[in-house]
Structures are given as C-alpha cells and as structure tokens.
C-alpha cells in the first residue's frame, strides 16, 4: 500500500468546511450538529495519486475513509477468482467503515482513479467518537442491518 501524505485539517481544510460537507452524507444527516463537529475534528486528510491503494484486500481496516475529491475504484472480488465486480466513487462515498465496525477484514481493493484527498478516522479516534456519542454509533449499526 502506497503511503499517503497526511496533514490535519485544521491546517488545510477548515473544519467547519468538513461538518458542513459531513451533514450531506448519509451516515451522518441525522446527527446534531456538534457531533457531526467533533466527527469532523478528529479526521485527517490524506492525498493519493492516481494509481495508489487506499485500502487493500484481506487485512484488516485500520481507517474509514470519506471521499473529499477525486474518483477512486473499488474492486470487488478474491485472490481466487480474480475481481468480479468494480464499483467508481467519487465525492462523498464512505469507504472501509465495515470493517471497522465488525472487525472482518477488507473485502475489496480501493484504488485512486486520479488525484484523491480522503478524509480518514483511525481506528483508535473512530471507536472513541462511537463511545462519546450514541447517536455516532446508532447511525453506523444501521449500516450493519
């Protein structure tokens, strides 16, 4: 997996500009406010170049990724039998949250079609936001049913 290069966002996104963006996704449109802040707060941004893994099959998730801009592709599939299915996303999709909820490792590659800035939650931050806040962790256990 390709490195990405990492800043915060305070220093380059704003984070009001992240919540904002945050409240028109899905997972997310039924939070208050605040939360949606404090979410917004704890990621980072990564950008990847065109051609870079963002998340790799099989292993387990260490991030949830929200795309900020860029397109990126998902490929569906197994070591075995090849890719089945590919999936484009682009602005907005969440990426890797499964895995990070259930435990189960990575079902799909996810590759930069062109230039990506993702937004990211490590593991440690994402299970911290879903213990301060209920609604956080309601929102995601919906996902899973």
Known sequence: MTKPKKS??????DTDEVA???????IFQHLDYD??????GSMTNESFISGDLL?????SGTK???????DVLVEVGDDRRGVAKEI?????AV?????MLSGKKLTANVIA???????????????KLIRQHESFANALSELMS
């Not at 939360?35 to 917004?40: F, G, H, M, P, S």
């Open 8 to 13: 915060n966002l305070k220093k380059s996104i």
């Open 20 to 26: 904002i963006f945050l409240s028109g996704i899905k």
């Open 35 to 40: 939360v949606i802040v404090d979410i917004a």
């Open 55 to 59: 998340i790799k099959r099989g292993v």
């Open 64 to 70: 949830m990724y929200i795309v900020w801009a860029g």
């Open 88 to 92: 484009s996303l682009r602005r907005g």
């Open 95 to 99: 990426i890797g949250e499964i895995s």
């Open 113 to 127: 079609k062109s230039n990506v800035i993702a937004l990211s939650l490590n593991r440690e931050s994402f299970h």
